[in-house]
């Protein structure tokens, strides 16, 4: 099935969402969501864009919003990509033929199938974005292994249904809900103080929550809406609680992990550039922002894991992830053609449990001891786009990130 139903799986799914995209301006995934499902889009487990030119194929157009692509352009590369990707050499793509990599595990690995029998007792984690998605499976499945599950989120509310469910399932549970706007950096400068105050230890921090909106939004603090919530907020809530992690590790001899949810999206940026030009409105490409967003979380957690090790901290793990292709709610308003995504996309898609399988492997299992500034994708170690594994660009991205997060 696999040879026949990916590339057709993969172009059906890409055809709705240009048609949803061109025809609403709505927002994608839910606005302000906070589950990180907008990181499972299927196009964002395409290989990169550059393949198309090594073979042939030409740039399409200069008066794109997508850096030299139209959505024409895009549609007709895509579409190409779809057919091309069915068995393509060094794909990471989590739509491929499910196959058990060195770790063990596979795309169909669950959460709880990569975490079993681990003893999660002595830890702390702070999950963001766990309302719902990935994010609410990931703290329920920590929670189960006895992990004190910190969830971090905008709607303190909504989140409390989700702390419920695991209190139902797991009694004993030690799980706390903390507000956080991750738009917002008084609203991270906030929790961390208030983190640090209660004297929770720190072992484990995951980046999970984002955002992918269509229109062209200022945060809080004036940075576009994709960099400032799905890695400025992250970036510095990170230093915030840096030094908490290292005395609670150091103390306790453990490894710390901070985990950063990104996305195959990274792949779509070609080149990518820091500086204040996020900020330009005439040139915005709402899912060239949000790719730029992932590849951010990416150089992130590189950088840290240099410097950590430059300050010889080997006790502190820094890694990124691409969650693979979330089965979601993603097209709910699309009528007729939300019954074709889900009924075609199941085929193939991860659901929740497959979805958290990575961010928990990385949190929890022992096969990751010492790894740090890589990216996972099924639970298994993988290669970035070149971008993504440029020290130099990561070293531009932190101190353009110092230069955002001190000024405010």
């Not at 992990?147 to 989140?159: F, G, P, Q």
């Not at 979601?328 to 007729?336: A, K, P, Y």
């Not at 020290?391 to 001190?406: I, M, N, Q, R, V």
Request: aromatic letters at 6%.
């Amino acid at each position: 099935m696999n040879g026949i139903m990916q590339p057709l799986i993969s172009y059906l799914n890409i055809e709705i969402l240009l048609q949803r995209v061109a025809k609403t301006n709505d927002v994608v995934s839910g606005g302000n969501n906070e589950n990180n499902d907008v990181g499972a889009l299927t196009f964002m487990v395409f290989p990169p864009l550059q393949l198309l030119e090594s073979k042939g194929y030409p740039r399409i157009s200069s008066k794109t919003k997508m850096k030299g692509y139209t959505w024409n352009g895009t549609t007709m590369l895509i579409k190409i990509l779809c057919f091309e990707m069915k068995m393509t050499e060094g794909s990471s793509s989590s739509a491929t033929v499910d196959k058990k990599g060195e770790s063990g595990f596979s795309s169909s690995s669950t959460a709880e199938e990569v975490t079993n029998g681990i003893d999660g007792s002595r830890l702390t984690a702070i999950v963001t974005g766990a309302t719902g998605g990935i994010g609410a499976e990931t703290a329920r499945v920590l929670a189960l292994r006895g992990v004190h599950v910190v969830m971090a989120v905008r709607n303190t509310e909504m989140c409390r249904k989700v702390k419920e469910n695991i209190l139902t399932e797991t009694p004993d549970a030690k799980v706390d809900i903390m507000e956080l706007d991750l738009s917002s950096q008084a609203s991270v400068r906030d929790f961390a103080t208030r983190y640090r105050s209660s004297g929770l230890p720190l072992h484990i921090l995951i980046n999970n929550a984002g955002v992918l909106a269509p229109k062209f939004t200022l945060s809080k603090d004036k940075t576009e809406l994709h960099f400032a919530t799905n890695h400025l907020g992250h970036f510095l809530l990170t230093n915030l609680l840096l030094e908490t992690m290292k005395i609670t590790c150091h103390e306790q001899k453990t490894e710390g992990k901070i985990i950063n949810v990104s996305s195959e999206a990274h792949r779509l940026v070609l080149n990518p550039t820091f500086s204040d030009q996020i900020n330009d409105k005439s040139s915005y490409n709402h899912i060239y922002a949000y790719g730029l967003s992932k590849l951010a979380n990416i150089l992130h957690a590189k950088e840290l894991s240099r410097l950590l090790k430059e300050e010889g901290v080997d006790y502190i793990t820094t890694n990124s992830l691409h969650p693979g292709v979330i089965v979601t709610d993603l097209f709910r308003n699309c009528s007729i053609l939300s019954v074709i995504f889900n009924s075609v996309l199941k085929c193939v898609a991860k659901d929740v449990s497959q979805g958290a399988a990575t961010t928990c492997y990385l949190a929890l299992n022992p096969k990751v001891k010492g790894v740090s500034g890589e990216y996972f994708c099924d639970s298994n170690l993988v290669k970035p786009s070149s971008k993504a594994a440029d020290p130099k660009l990561a070293k531009e991205l932190w101190e353009f990130s110092l230069t955002l997060t001190t000024s405010k």
